[in-house]
């Protein structure tokens, strides 16, 4: 299955506070476990999703430097924590806060990625919707897509650097601030 071209409605829609999304990925980002919650929120049933990049339920607007660092950070093999919008097969999107870390075989040799998603602090969401639009606009002012990602997260970055935060630092001193 292909990723079907969605049309974003606009709608968000919100799942409860004491529930977890949970899917695990191999390597490359296929789907290899997804939980009844991840089924419903995304929309796309267990046979749908089995097998499928990860990014089947990527909203448009999400900014793309964030999953640059998503995985360079994954790579490194550290868990991240981040705020996404994701969407659904409707076309409706849903916010989390990510939860993601490398997963190992009893080898120890590294399999893939675990992610956990919590319904996200809804003043943080503001917040990230502004910030995250504004990476967005600066990633589609640049004609080649690679060069856009890498000024978006060269400003965030900096963004960072002035705070004199590291990202999961930041990350955390909003949930601390709210």
Known sequence: MSKENITPTGNEIYFPEDEL??????????????NKLFEEMSGYN??????????LIRHP??????FKLFWETLQQRKEIFAYVFNMHR???HYW????????YDLMGNHVGYHSSRRSPNRKIVQQMQAYYKELVTIEKSHSNPKAGMQ???DSFN??????????????????AAA
């Open 151 to 153: 000024a978006a997260l």
């Open 46 to 55: 267990r046979d749908e999703i089995l097998g499928q990049p990860h990014n």
């Open 158 to 175: 900096n963004f960072l650097s002035q705070k004199e935060l590291s990202y999961a630092e930041y990350i955390f001193s909003l949930n």
């Open 90 to 92: 409707s076309g409706d």
């Open 96 to 103: 989390v806060l990510a939860h993601v870390v490398p997963t």
């Open 21 to 34: 999304i949970v899917s695990k990925t191999d390597l490359k980002g296929k789907i290899t476990y997804a």
């Open 61 to 66: 607007d999400m900014p793309q430097c964030i």
